[in-house]
């Protein structure tokens, strides 16, 4: 076991709480439509996409675009961030992932929505300052809020991605290696 300095366990606390503060800065701009302060969350290389293959786009200026676009179909949100995992890269301090635990109220297209949501991260320290390197969003449910209560009954189950014209499959549990192994698929 390698005893960290103080100065290190310090530097780690400092680091998680300025990842947290990206985290929850990252719902602020989305939601209040700061494009001036969105390229500032990100690195310059960096990927966002979705477990449905919605989103898949690459490059902070790009990226900056692809919000643009879906801003121009969603009317207010509120983004609320819960719990979130942070490990650091043992070789290199400026790195980190982690798992964000969320939920999101928006409007799309005129539609009251609700959606659950797991964001696998990626960070990097750039200039002294964490930014996204890499956002994976899975959902569990994204659903009209006059809908949300059929997707816990057993036949929503199979279709609790409602956002788009055709229901789909959510992102998670179904597809986790630990749930399949634990229900036997």
């Not at 207010?76 to 992932?97: G, L, Q």
């Amino acid at each position: 076991m390698t005893t960290r300095s103080l100065e290190e366990r310090v530097r780690e606390l400092e680091d998680r709480t300025a990842i947290a503060e990206l985290v929850a800065r990252y719902g602020l701009v989305m939601d209040n439509r700061d494009m001036e302060a969105m390229p500032a969350l990100f690195t310059a290389d960096f990927h966002i996409r979705s477990g449905d293959g919605v989103m898949d786009c690459r490059g902070r200026d790009t990226v900056v675009e692809l919000f643009r676009g879906r801003f121009k179909v969603l009317g207010p949100s509120n983004h609320f961030t819960h719990d979130r995992i942070v490990t650091f890269n043992p070789n290199n301090p400026d790195e980190a992932s982690g798992i964000v635990l969320s939920h999101a109220e928006m409007n799309r297209l005129g539609q009251p929505m609700l959606t659950a949501i797991r964001y696998h991260d990626e960070y990097r320290r750039e200039e002294g300052q964490w930014r996204f390197a890499a956002r994976v969003l899975n959902m569990f449910y994204y659903v009209p809020t006059d809908q949300y209560l059929d997707v816990f009954r057993p036949e929503g189950l199979a279709t609790r991605n409602r956002a788009y014209a055709t229901p789909t499959a959510a992102d998670w549990p179904e597809t986790l290696a630990t749930w399949q192994a634990y229900y036997g698929k």
